[in-house]
């Protein structure tokens, strides 16, 4: 991705740790979770997107009983850009969060919102198309096909 833009990758890592229970709790939720025995699959969301954006530039919003797991699995990703939400309202207030916090010091950036808990088969066609898409965001156009 070309570095001029910028990108800042924001993953969404609320839960209630219900989905998988018993093996999730509260404080477990399946974000925090290694299901395949080896990376969890907040840090393998994280490692999925690494191609798109410095480490610095990745945010994650999240909640008070998960957010000392998540610094704990996720030491590139600045323990500050780890924030928790003030209460569990869903994924439009979580993304308007972090845009608001965001726009403070980089009004210009692209956002892209990612849950931590999805597996992605084909990674080289899922960056690819970010890629398109934060192009296409960059540009700044209001109306656009998607061809």
Request: hydrophobic share 45%.
């Amino acid at each position: 991705m070309p570095l001029k833009i910028d990108f800042r990758p924001i993953i969404l890592a609320g839960g209630s740790g219900t989905r998988f229970w018993p093996r999730s709790r509260k404080a477990r939720a399946k974000q925090v979770l290694a299901l395949d025995g080896e990376r969890t699959m907040i840090q393998r969301t994280v490692d999925r997107l690494r191609p798109t954006a410095r480490p610095e530039d990745f945010w994650v919003i999240t909640n008070d009983l998960l957010s000392e797991t998540i610094c704990g699995q996720l030491d590139a990703v600045p323990e500050d850009q780890v924030v928790c939400e003030p209460a569990a309202r869903n994924t439009a207030p979580a993304a308007g969060l972090a845009a608001f916090l965001i726009e403070r010091d980089s009004p210009d950036a692209v956002l892209g919102m990612f849950p931590a808990d999805h597996v992605i088969a084909n990674e080289p066609a899922f960056l690819a198309e970010i890629e398109r898409a934060v192009e296409l965001a960059a540009t700044g156009k209001t109306s656009w096909y998607w061809a």
